[in-house]
């Protein structure tokens, strides 16, 4: 926990965090890291008593994602937990780290310019450019590719968090600090559920052409209405093929397929004008899909992620009584996921770009 990395005296607050983290698991979830990891911070979101107005943020944009992650590792869709998980668990160890620096109302620029550099240091390899081989070994895949997704966004997080806490309040800079430092500590978490595989590797590679042609996909639709009734979605999709782009280029390649697959599902869904198929069907496809997934001779741990989404969205859909995401990602994820195992297509290359530039001279100059 980020709570460890400091030598100052926790706050009383801090205090009763801490031992809300540290409460005794049951027997059963101390042979299961993940259900103990999701236990504490879901005892830390309920416990917690701060009033603080950031905290409440976190706190109502963490408890329904955290009671997902829940609610799959009772169905047993432990792939769909992690990633669950990993959507909250920096901004929770966030808090606890703003929590435990005391009183921010003494918080100057120098002093959260110290502790900027301070957290660099114990970042160390972390706050430098991440190495594609940073999860070698780590299977089964689906857990590689969410810690290589994470892995990146502590030196990212860390790198903003100077600036903003310069232009904002010392508390939200100290707070992405906090979330740096908890992105560290859940890509360590990811290295600990590590267990042998008897299927051989996914075989990842460079998505390149695949990125491109969504990301032009994406760009052809941005057009009104649907670019400004959802262009908060849109956004979104830009944003997560651009970090598919990096963990590619980063050669993350299993954390880059993972984003693609995140930014194909939202684009499916944002696009979709015909009605969706009768639930019955949907359950149908699915299952044949799931078979084919399992039926991979290599590790099939990514696929199976998507197909616990599936299964999520249909048992309680996102949107009530519309299980979109399972038909995104029956009648399109999970063929790009197949696709995206294959050898890369040959791609005609882009025409050399070229420039006119046209000079107008105004009479009597």
Not at 88 to 96: E, F, K, P
Not at 172 to 193: M, V, W
Request: hydrophobic fraction near 45%.
């Amino acid at each position: 926990m980020t709570g460890a990395i400091t030598r100052r005296t926790p706050s009383v607050a801090a205090l009763a965090l801490f031992a809300v983290l540290g409460s005794t698991a049951s027997a059963e979830e101390a042979q299961d890291k993940l259900a103990a990891d999701v236990a504490r911070w879901s005892s830390f979101l309920k416990e917690n008593p701060s009033k603080d107005e950031l905290w409440t943020q976190v706190r109502d944009g963490s408890e329904p994602v955290l009671k997902r992650a829940e609610a799959a590792l009772k169905g047993g869709r432990r792939f769909l937990a992690l990633h669950r998980l990993s959507a909250v668990r920096g901004n929770l160890a966030a808090s606890i780290y703003v929590a435990e620096r005391g009183d921010l109302k003494v918080m100057d620029d120098a002093r959260f310019e110290a502790e900027w550099k301070r957290a660099g240091a114990l970042l160390g390899q972390d706050s430098s450019p991440v190495s594609g081989r940073a999860f070698d070994g780590v299977t089964p895949a689906a857990v590689r590719a969410i810690g290589e997704a994470a892995l990146p966004q502590a030196r990212i997080y860390h790198e903003a968090s100077l600036e903003y806490g310069r232009n904002t309040m010392p508390q939200y800079g100290l707070f992405y600090i906090g979330a740096a430092l908890g992105q560290r500590d859940f890509a360590a978490f990811c290295r600990e559920l590590s267990a042998p595989s008897e299927r051989p590797p996914l075989p990842v590679r460079s998505l390149r052409p695949e990125l491109d042609a969504l990301e032009n996909e994406v760009l052809s639709a941005y057009r009104p209405p649907a670019a400004i009734d959802k262009h908060a979605v849109f956004i979104s999709i830009s944003g997560t093929l651009k970090e598919a782009r990096e963990l590619d280029a980063a050669g993350l390649r299993h954390g880059a397929l993972l984003r693609y697959l995140q930014a194909a599902v939202r684009f499916a869904t944002l696009r979709r004008s015909a009605p969706l198929p009768e639930k019955t069907v949907l359950e149908g496809q699915l299952r044949a899909l799931e078979a084919r997934v399992s039926a991979q001779e290599p590790d099939s741990s990514l696929g199976r992620l998507f197909v616990e989404l599936a299964e999520e969205d249909l048992a309680d859909p996102v949107t009530p009584g519309s299980p979109a995401v399972a038909a995104a990602i029956v009648e399109d994820v999970l063929p790009r996921y197949f696709a995206a195992l294959l050898p890369a297509r040959s791609v005609p290359p882009l025409p050399a770009p070229a420039v006119t530039v046209t000079l107008v001279r105004w009479p009597f100059t």
